[in-house]
């Protein structure tokens, strides 16, 4: 059974940093591209950043570009997420998810709750 | 950017009612389109890939059709567990991948 869960949210003051992780089990971790979707206070879904198998390969949305950096150990099945340069509008749960082969997000993890406010 | 509009925005129907709701791409994604339900406080949950194609434990009254911009997932006779909010979400043209903004079906 494939198992994701995040941790590391948290209040952060605006300007600050944190480090986002996900550990990952029921799968061949460094076969799948891994992915962080996250979602604003009663606002819909939105997709933040996307590594390879083998980590090479990393793409980024618009709004966290130079901000927010993607990486995994595919030694410690883990996927994490930097966050730096924190704004309000970064506010928001947190998802890390599993591609599937044909690249739909088909598992997800429960998310980790990030808050940034002073 | 792949714009992905959803409608209708909420939708209200009773249990045991046929739902449909629709999503449109701005451009073609060929049939790289899913679904996900989402309730409160919980994560998304796959639903419907390829379009068409149910995902693991998905119950058969869950369906998708369409193509190329335009799509449908259809509830044949709505529960009381599916009042949730559904997104569609484009994985043809990326980066980014986008989702739209969300049905949600709630009890009339």
């Known amino acids: 059974e494939v198992q994701l869960m995040e941790s590391g949210g948290g209040l952060v003051q605006p300007g600050g940093s944190l480090r986002l992780s996900c550990a990952a089990s029921?799968?061949?971790?460094?076969?799948?591209?891994l992915t962080w979707v996250r979602q604003a206070p009663d606002k819909g879904l939105e997709w933040v950043s996307t590594?390879?198998?083998?980590?090479?390969?990393?793409f980024y949305a618009d709004s966290v570009k130079g901000r927010f950096t993607i990486s995994r150990d595919n030694s410690t099945n883990r996927l994490y997420l930097q966050l730096t340069s924190l704004r309000a509008e970064d506010t928001a749960i947190y998802f890390c998810?599993?591609?599937?082969?044909?690249?739909?997000?088909?598992?997800w993890g429960q998310g980790t709750r990030v808050t940034v406010s002073s | 950017e792949i714009v992905m509009t959803q409608s209708p925005v909420t939708l209200s129907v009773s249990p045991g009612e046929r739902v449909t709701l629709s999503c449109r791409a701005s451009?073609?994604?060929?049939?790289?389109l899913a679904w996900f339900q989402q309730k409160p406080g919980q994560a998304p949950r796959l639903l419907i890939y390829?379009?068409?194609t149910r995902a693991t434990g998905i119950p058969a009254r869950f369906s998708g059709s369409g193509s190329g911009t335009e799509f449908t997932l259809t509830i044949s006779s709505l529960q009381s567990e599916d009042f949730a909010i559904y997104y569609c979400?484009?994985?043809?043209?990326?980066?980014?991948?986008?989702f739209g903004q969300g049905t949600k079906v709630e009890t009339k």
């Open positions: 998810a599993k591609e599937g082969v044909y690249g739909q997000y088909e598992s």
């Open positions: 029921g799968f061949s971790f460094s076969s799948f591209a």
């Open positions: 590594i390879s198998g083998p980590g090479a390969v990393t």
């Open positions: 451009q073609s994604v060929s049939i790289n």
């Open positions: 390829g379009a068409s």
């Open positions: 979400q484009q994985y043809n043209n990326w980066p980014p991948w986008t």
